[in-house]
Antibody, heavy 119, light 110 residues
Framework: QVRLQESGPGLVKPSETLSLTCTVS????????WSWIRQPPGKGLDWVGY???????NYNPSLKSRVTISVDTSKNQLSLKLRSVTAADTAVYYC?????????????WGQGTLVTVSS | QSALTQPASVSGSPGQSITISCTGT?????????VSWYQQHPGKAPKLMIY???NRPSGVSNRFSGSKSGNTASLTISGLQAEDEADYYC??????????FGTGTKVTVL
């Protein structure tokens, strides 16, 4: 059974760095692409970026200057770092697996973790 | 990149069929058969309902179907049921090797 679990601080101060980890179980993280997605309270889904273990990475252009996604294959984890956060970065953050071999769809999702940016 | 355009809300009575549109451009929806649809109930993570325009994952009811014409994709829910009341999002791969989501549609079962 594939499971994804996000973890990290629920409160981050403005101008600081948001750091989240997604622990994957039931499948090797080396076998798929993995994405981060966020959803501000009461709003729609916003794709943050994706990564493949070999180093293929791409980010949402609107966040590219502030975001870093990485994988740790030894721990079967992926991570998200978002720098210089503001209140606009307050959202539920999800990690998800891209189940396609050549395409784009997210077939397994974590439960999400709410991160609030506030002093 | 701009979000794909969906109607804010769609409603129908139990047993009816409804269709949700998802309009993009030739750089995303129109350029690839990589459109997917997600159902999200309040407080829950999104659930994949359709992938590659018209394919249903195992376990998803055959009341859900997808199609595409030009730059617009569509999700049809037939035999509408109370449990279908949720938010629905489309998503597409783009020519910039990124993903993009739709603006979201709230489905109400009257």
């Amino acid at each position: 059974q594939v499971r994804l679990q996000e973890s990290g601080p629920g409160l981050v101060k403005p101008s600081e760095t948001l750091s989240l980890t997604c622990t994957v179980s039931g499948v090797s993280i080396s076998s798929y692409y993995w994405s981060w997605i966020r959803q501000p309270p009461g709003k729609g889904l916003d794709w943050v970026g994706y990564i493949y273990y070999s180093g293929s990475i791409n980010y949402n252009p609107s966040l590219k200057s502030r975001v870093t996604i990485s994988v740790d294959t030894s721990k079967n984890q992926l991570s998200l770092k978002l720098r210089s956060v503001t209140a606009a970065d307050t959202a539920v953050y999800y990690c998800a697996r891209d189940g396609s071999t050549s395409g784009w769809f997210l077939d397994y999702w974590g439960q999400g973790t709410l991160v609030t940016v506030s002093s | 990149q701009s979000a794909l355009t969906q109607p804010a809300s769609v409603s129908g009575s139990p047993g009816q069929s409804i269709t949700i549109s998802c309009t993009g451009t030739s750089s995303d929806v129109g350029g690839y058969n990589y459109v997917s649809w997600y159902q999200q109930h309040p407080g829950k993570a999104p659930k994949l309902m359709i992938y590659d325009v018209s394919n249903r994952p195992s376990g998803v009811s055959n009341r859900f179907s997808g199609s595409k014409s030009g730059n617009t994709a569509s999700l049809t829910i037939s035999g509408l049921q109370a449990e279908d009341e949720a938010d629905y999002y489309c998503s597409s791969y783009t020519s910039s090797y990124t993903g993009v989501f739709g603006t979201g549609t709230k489905v109400t079962v009257l």
